[in-house]
């Protein structure tokens, strides 16, 4: 399979803010939002990202502006509340890279008893997100605007989340940039560590052989367990977009993986 295309555009930032370059400064029109930080000295990673000026809409800059107080948490280097944090005890599923927020909207609508926190770096997917929580009545959903990888490791406490969403992250497609790619071994040892018993992990992508990586990475950690027999079933409250059905009407793939995490403890830190 050759994908030139996403069909999975949709949920992704737009193209021109996901590009193998190197990192550029701040703009004053796309990254004003943006809260950036080295990580502390001694445990920095290969981010799967680069922040580049690219378009946002007056609608998403007025978004940001009004509402981004309202619905985000800034970064921390300590230990999230929460219950504090969503104003209840609601099982918390962790999405990375939600894009343009319409399928982290659609399954917060579909399951107003959980509360989800989604990770984006782009202002014109958090603008957009923003957006729709106030056309709505969804209020399930908090925004924190960072690296996830330094979101997960300082702000999530061991074996708390019910579930992680990875919905088509940047594919890396060139073999030299593979290193880029956000499912990594280290990563994913990280995120289940933080996941509860029974909690999941559902990735999903249209590049095949992103897929295959994925599920090599997730079969050998020792905290997760597949619930399928390889690659499963899309389940039904992952909203299938326009984009989507379009890659699949070409002949496109899409890949999901849902893993478990086991009972078994995870390794001290």
């Keep these: 399979m050759n994908n030139q295309t996403h069909p999975t555009d949709e949920h992704s930032p737009p193209p021109d803010e996901k590009q193998p370059l190197s990192t550029g400064a701040a703009g004053d029109d796309d990254t004003t939002q ?12 290969i981010r799967s ?14 978004a940001l502006d009004r509402l981004l107080p309202q619905w ?19 099982p918390t599923v962790l999405e990375i890279g939600f894009g343009m ?16 926190l989604g990770v984006e770096v782009f202002n014109a997917g958090v603008g957009a997100l923003l957006k729709r929580i106030d056309g709505s009545d969804v209020r399930n959903i908090r925004i924190i605007q960072h690296d996830a990888v ?3 490791r300082d702000m ?29 071994p280290p990563f994913i040892a990280l995120l289940a560590s933080r996941l509860a018993p029974g909690g999941y992990i559902h990735c999903a992508t249209d590049w095949e052989n ?10 050998a950690e020792p905290l997760l367990a597949n619930t399928a027999n390889g690659y499963a079933p899309r389940p039904d409250f992952r909203p299938q977009t326009k984009f989507e ?9 899409v890949w999901d993986l849902i893993f478990q995490r086991t009972s078994q403890a995870a390794p001290a830190a």
């Excluded at 809260?35 to 920095?44: D, E, L």
């Excluded at 990202?49 to 007025?62: N, Y």
Aim: glycine share 8%; charged share 20%; aromatic share 8%.
């Design 49 to 62: 990202f680069v922040h580049r000026r690219a378009h946002i809409t007056p609608g998403q800059k007025e």
């Design 210 to 219: 992103y897929a295959e990586q994925m599920l090599d990475v997730l079969s």
């Design 101 to 116: 927020g319409e399928t982290t909207h659609a399954i917060a609508a579909r399951r107003p008893e959980d509360n989800f």
């Design 156 to 184: 999530i406490a061991p074996g708390t989340l019910a579930g992680v969403h990875i919905y088509f992250p940047d594919p890396w497609p060139k073999k030299r940039h593979h290193k880029r790619r956000l499912v990594q």
């Design 150 to 152: 330094e979101v997960v």
């Design 34 to 45: 943006i809260r950036t930080s080295s990580a502390p000295s001694g445990s920095s990673h």
């Design 72 to 90: 985000s948490i800034p970064y921390q280097t300590s230990v999230l509340d929460l219950a504090q944090t969503f104003g209840r005890q609601a």
């Design 245 to 253: 059905t379009r890659g699949l009407r070409l002949g496109h793939g």
